[in-house]
Nanobody, 116 residues
Framework: QVQLVESGGGLVQPGGSLRLSCAAS????????MSWYRQAPGKQRELVASISGSSTDYADSVKGRVTISRDNAKNTVYLQMNSLKPEDTAIYCCNARFHELPRDYWGQGTQVTVSS
């Protein structure tokens, strides 16, 4: 069983920055892919960014403002968000896929609110 714990959310003003973290509880399994999703009330869940190996992918809505990175030794993925907009307000959830496991795992989510 794997547990993902997100942190770093909060309230920021438009144009501000935030760094989200997602730590996997296991040291047994190796990360294949880690992703950040977000979902606002009444909206569809959206893939924000993902990282697999050295390959990264970003949603068009955040490209240029967001950077995903991973510390393999800590089983932790980060989402650096800059130039935040009110439209970025959502619950951000971490998703992880491991080489040795047949399913994905989800974190509990961390709230990001961008408001003046």
């Amino acid at each position: 069983q794997v547990q993902l714990v997100e942190s770093g959310g909060g309230l920021v003003q438009p144009g501000g920055s935030l760094r989200l973290s997602c730590a996997a509880s296991t040291s047994i399994f190796s990360i294949y892919r880690m992703s950040w999703y977000r979902q606002a009330p009444g909206k569809q869940r959206e893939l924000v960014a993902s990282i697999s190996g050295s390959s990264t992918d970003y949603a068009d809505s955040v490209k240029g403002r967001v950077t995903i990175s991973r510390d393999n030794a800590k089983n932790t993925v980060y989402l650096q968000m800059n130039s935040l907009k009110p439209e970025d307000t959502a619950i951000y959830c971490c998703n992880a896929r491991f080489h040795e496991l047949p399913r994905d795992y989800w974190g509990q989510g961390t709230q990001v609110t961008v408001s003046s």
